[in-house]
């Protein structure tokens, strides 16, 4: 059974070994942010679990890949669980509206372990964040894919997402072409 879960102390031994295995919970920022993940478990793993949920956004400034920072948003992180550590997905928004600053690529993002991609992590982990989209009040989220991964997008189909067109991402991820799609809650 697949579900995604609020990490715990008890799931952290599974997560920090898949990161060890060389995964990436980070789709843009890839090994760096497993290093900074490996890292900040060793440093204080109570603090590096308190850090994946921020509702209020009272953490640091987030590092685009670019070097500069932002404001962090308000958002959450559980962990996609069957068991074991099979991926992540995280959930932000802004307070009062459902857009999104140019340099955030969508509401939610996922990844999965590469040995349990293609089994359906991706579709559920995504339909039981929508659950958690709902009660903070949106009306629709926005995902984003890059043109060259059909996988993703299928998930987000698969989930009632509808293509809202190309876009141009933000100067800070390389101004590369990108899909957007919405979901309506």
Known sequence: MIEIVKPALEHLPSYKAVLERGWSPDNVRLMEATREQLAAI???????LASLDDP???GPPIALPDGTTVP???SFRRWIWDGEAAGSIGFRWQPGTSALPSHV?????YAVVPWKRGRGYATEALRL???EARAVGLPYVELTTDLDNPASQKVVLANGGRVVGPFVKDAAYGGAESLLFRIDL
């Open 105 to 109: 690529l969508g509401h939610i993002g």
């Open 129 to 131: 964040m929508l659950d």
């Open 72 to 74: 962090r948003l308000p």
């Open 56 to 58: 209020e956004a009272k």
């Open 42 to 48: 060793e440093a204080d793993p109570v603090a590096f």
